[in-house]
C-alpha cells in the first residue's frame, strides 16, 4: 500500500467516526460536557458554566466565580472499543465586565493495523487529534456581551515506518449572549459563528474546508424556575445542512438535576436522544449522560461523564 492510499483511508477512517460531511477537522465539532449532551447538546442561549469556552464564549460573563470542569467518554463504543474523547476547560472572571477561558480537547482514534497490497502486516499505528482554545468575554451592557475563541488544533495520523502524517492550523470563533430577550426576564438569546479559518490538507493532498457553523441558541426558564428549555439551530455552511438540538433541564432541588434532549439534522443522517442527571454539593457538580440511538447508530450507548467544580 503506498503512503498516498495509507493517508487516504486514515483519513476516510476518521471522517466516517466523527460524521458525514465535506469539512475536514471534524472532531471540532464533537460537542463536550456530559450537562449540554443529557440537554441534546442544545447550550449556545444558556452557556453559564465553564463549557461556555466551547459553546457560547460570550456565556463567560454569566459566570460569577472561577469554574473548571473534566469530560471524559468512550467515544462511539458501538463502533469501535479504543476511541475516547477528553475535554478540560476553565472560565474566570477577569477585571470588571470581563471574563476569560479555555480548553483543551483530546480524541483518541485508537490503534489500527496497517497491511501492504499483499496483507502484509505492518505493525499497528496510533492517531490523534487535539486542539487548545483560549477564550475571552466583556459585556456590552447588564445585559449582553461578547466573546471570542482563539484556537490552534492538530490532527496526528501516524503510521509505523518511515509514515508519518499530521495537519495543524488556527481558527477563531464569536459570540454574542442577550439576556431578557424581547423583554421577558425569562428567556435568554445566544449567536455563534465557529470555526473560521483555511482549510486543512494532509501530505499536500487536497484541502478540506474547517466545519464553519452558524448558532442560533434560546433558553427559556419554566416552573418558577426550576425548569430549563433550551433550543440550538446549527446551520453547517460547507455542507448546508441544519442541525437542531433541543433539550429540557429540570431541578428536584438545588442539588439534583433531571435532563433529556434530542438531536436531529436536516439530511437525516444524525437522530439520537439523551438522558442525563447531574448531582452538585457545594461547590463540585457531577453530570451523566446516556445517549440513545437505533444499533446501528454509532452514537447509541454513549456514555459521558463530567467533573466540575468552583471557588
Keep these: 500500500m503506498t503512503k498516498k492510499n495509507i493517508l487516504l483511508t486514515l483519513i476516510l477512517f476518521s471522517q466516517f467516526l466523527l460524521a458525514q460531511g465535506s469539512a475536514g477537522s471534524l472532531f471540532l465539532s464533537v460537542n463536550p460536557g456530559a450537562r449540554a449532551s443529557g440537554m441534546g447538546e442544545a447550550n449556545i442561549g444558556i452557556a453559564n458554566d465553564a ?8 456565556g463567560l460573563t454569566n459566570i460569577p466565580n472561577k469554574e473548571f470542569s473534566f469530560m471524559h467518554t468512550s467515544y462511539l463504543p458501538n463502533l469501535v472499543d479504543d476511541m475516547s474523547y477528553d ?5 474566570m472572571p477577569f ?3 470581563e471574563a476569560i477561558g479555555g480548553h ?3 480524541l483518541n482514534l485508537g490503534d489500527q493495523t496497517a497491511t501492504d497490497l499483499n496483507n502484509t502486516n505492518l505493525g499497528t499505528f496510533s492517531s490523534y487529534m487535539y486542539a487548545l482554545n483560549l477564550s475571552y468575554a466583556k459585556k456590552i451592557d447588564n445585559q449582553s456581551s461578547w466573546g471570542l475563541n482563539g484556537k490552534y488544533f492538530l490532527q496526528e495520523l501516524a503510521v509505523t515506518g518511515d509514515f508519518d502524517a499530521s495537519s495543524s492550523n488556527f481558527a477563531i470563533d464569536v459570540g454574542y449572549f442577550k439576556h431578557n430577550a424581547f423583554d421577558n426576564p425569562n428567556l435568554n438569546i445566544g449567536l455563534v459563528l465557529t ?3 483555511p482549510g486543512v490538507s494532509f ?4 484541502e478540506d474546508p474547517l466545519p464553519t457553523k452558524f448558532g442560533l441558541g434560546t433558553s427559556l426558564f419554566l416552573f418558577e424556575g426550576k425548569g ?3 433550543l440550538d439551530l446549527n446551520y453547517e455552511v460547507n455542507d448546508k445542512t441544519m442541525i437542531a438540538n433541543l433539550g429540557f433541564e429540570y431541578s428536584v432541588s438545588e442539588q439534583i438535576f433531571l435532563r433529556a434532549g434530542m438531536v436531529s439534522d436536516s439530511a437525516g443522517e444524525v437522530n439520537y436522544s439523551s438522558l442525563g442527571f447531574g448531582f452538585k454539593l457545594e461547590s463540585i457538580g457531577f453530570d451523566l449522560s446516556y445517549l440513545l440511538a437505533n444499533e446501528f447508530d454509532p452514537h447509541s450507548d454513549m456514555l459521558k461523564f463530567s467533573l466540575s467544580g468552583s471557588f
Design 87 to 91: 475535554f478540560l476547560t476553565f472560565a
Design 51 to 58: 463549557y461556555a469556552t466551547y459553546y457560547n464564549p460570550a
Design 104 to 106: 483543551f480537547t483530546y
Design 95 to 97: 477585571r470588571e465586565n
Design 195 to 197: 470555526n473560521i479559518g
Design 203 to 206: 501530505d499536500d493532498g487536497e
Design 228 to 230: 430549563l428549555a433550551a
